[in-house]
């Protein structure tokens, strides 16, 4: 069964103070990893998909990477607007169609 | 601005009572999806729409009943629901068809409809 792991369950950082979040995940096949952000009582956007080990993607200060395991989501010098539970989903090949597992997610709190 | 709109964004409800949650997208997408989330909980999947056809029942209680009249258009009808359905209600939407092929993970969610049941 697919399985998505997300650690910590919460994280409070200082302003400035870089961290990362993980998401380990077991598939059979990955199609896809998505993360997403999600602030208090709004629906998920969505932040990045990665497709490979080794893939990169950047976004302002977040950057996640992609191994055969798990995934990271790096923030370098947090800001306060970067508050917001980090969602990660995977998505296989077997499945039969658009379906996501999530992890539970990462409540990050940034503060100045 | 989400290019998903939901409505109404919050809803109070008795057990007894029939209401419906409507979701719009005019992106051209072709999939669309209900989730419930819980409080602290990541998003649970509850149906999904493909070409206007209902692709995937995540064995959801027949209480909740979807309604897809358009391309454009999803709903989702309620009648004698329980307190525990009290949720936040999500509907996203997505290009490309179901199955192999163009199926992308990237979804758009529209903000939620709070449901309160008393």
């Known amino acids: 069964e697919d399985q998505v792991t997300q650690s910590p369950e919460a994280l409070r950082l200082q302003e400035g103070e870089s961290s990362s979040l993980n998401c380990s995940y077991t598939v059979s096949g990955l199609r896809g990893l998505f993360w997403y952000r999600q602030d208090p009582g709004k629906g998920p956007e969505f932040l990045f998909t990665l497709y490979s080990a080794g893939e990169e993607k950047e976004k302002e200060r977040l950057k996640a990477t992609l191994t055969k395991k798990e995934s990271f989501l790096h923030i370098t010098a947090p800001k306060p607007e970067d508050s917001a539970t980090y969602l990660c989903?995977?998505?296989?090949?077997?499945?039969?169609?658009?379906?996501?597992?999530f992890g539970g997610g990462t409540r990050l709190m940034v503060k100045p | 601005d989400t290019e998903v709109t939901q409505t109404p964004k919050h809803l109070v409800m008795g057990m007894t009572n029939k209401k419906s949650l409507k979701c719009e997208q005019h992106m051209g997408h072709r999939a669309m999806y209900w989730y419930k989330q819980k409080a602290k909980k990541p998003p649970e999947l509850m149906f999904v729409y493909s070409y206007e056809k209902l692709s995937i029942n995540e064995s959801v209680p027949s209480r909740f009943s979807p309604e897809c009249p358009n391309s454009s258009l999803l709903n989702l009808h309620l009648h004698a629901l329980q307190p525990e359905d009290s949720a936040l209600y999500l509907c996203?939407?997505?290009?490309?068809?179901?199955?192999?092929?163009?199926?992308?993970?990237?979804?758009?969610f529209g903000e939620g409809s709070r449901l309160t049941v008393l």
């Open positions: 996203a939407s997505s290009q490309g068809e179901m199955g192999a092929g163009g199926a992308t993970g990237e979804l758009f």
């Open positions: 989903a995977v998505q296989e090949w077997d499945n039969a169609g658009n379906m996501l597992t």
